[in-house]
């Protein structure tokens, strides 16, 4: 089974310069969820999609950052412009079905290194 | 609010040793509890959950750990630990009603050889 996929590994902008990631989440998988984890600490969420319908980004910077997954199936990430606090590894996660159920388990794709000069 | 909270930041051990990390979480409802581990240069991956039932639950690779209610306490244990462990270890909390998986800052996990 393919895991999830992400593009870029690494990414070095200069702020306020854009930036986008994409994910590509296990086939079948309705769920997917954006991270952001700084140097140090645990993964934050951003956003969390069901199919193609946000389900929570309460944590998302919405003046700079936008997600979307129009089809149900890959995601972007945007950051426009970027911060230098935006430096951190950027990580997909999907699962079968959201939380509270027993196929809940999240997997986790290998993330993009972003560099903000 | 959703917390989870992790006793120690670095942890440095010989082969063989017996390994025990430290997390509590703080959720007022239901929670789900996992431990990740992600070795250098590799994506997070599962260890092991729990749902319910019993609160001694085995993962991968001889891990194990223990959830105890009446402490919000989920710590991970190994009796023997291996230069192969070497990595950084995430507890990790959903709420079952909030579907939010919340995070612990992670330990870092040095194993010498």
């Known amino acids: 089974e393919a895991g999830v996929a992400q593009s870029p590994r690494y990414k070095i902008i200069e702020k306020r310069q854009s930036v986008a990631f994409w994910c590509n989440p296990i086939?079948?998988?309705?769920?997917l969820y954006w991270y952001q984890q700084i140097l140090g600490q645990g993964p934050k969420l951003l956003i969390q999609?069901?199919?193609?319908?946000?389900?929570?980004d309460s944590q998302l910077p919405k003046d700079r950052f936008s997600a979307e997954r129009l089809k149900g199936v890959d995601s972007t990430l945007k950051i426009q412009p970027a911060k230098l606090e935006d430096s951190a590894v950027y990580l997909c996660?999907?699962?079968?079905?959201?939380?509270?159920?027993?196929?809940?388990?999240?997997?986790f794709g290998p993330g993009t290194r972003l560099t903000v000069l | 609010a959703q917390s989870v909270s992790q006793h120690n930041h670095h942890v440095i051990l010989s082969e063989a040793a017996s390994l025990e990390l430290g997390c509590n979480y703080s959720?007022?409802?239901?929670?789900?509890l996992f431990w990740y581990v992600q070795y250098p240069g590799q994506h997070l991956q599962l260890l092991l959950k729990?749902?319910?039932?019993?609160?001694l639950v085995k993962g991968i690779k001889g891990f194990e750990a223990e959830f105890i209610k009446s402490k919000f306490s989920f710590n991970l244990r190994k009796p023997s630990v291996q230069w192969s462990d070497t990595a950084e270890y995430f507890c990790?909390?959903?709420?079952?009603?909030?579907?939010?998986?919340?995070f612990g800052q992670g330990t870092t996990l040095q194993v010498k050889p």
């Open positions: 996660a999907s699962s079968l079905e959201p939380g509270g159920s027993l196929t809940n388990e999240q997997f």
């Open positions: 086939s079948g998988h309705a769920t």
């Open positions: 999609f069901q199919n193609n319908g946000v389900v929570d």
């Open positions: 959720y007022g409802g239901t929670v789900n």
């Open positions: 729990y749902f319910s039932g019993d609160p």
């Open positions: 990790a909390a959903l709420g079952v009603d909030t579907g939010k998986l919340i």
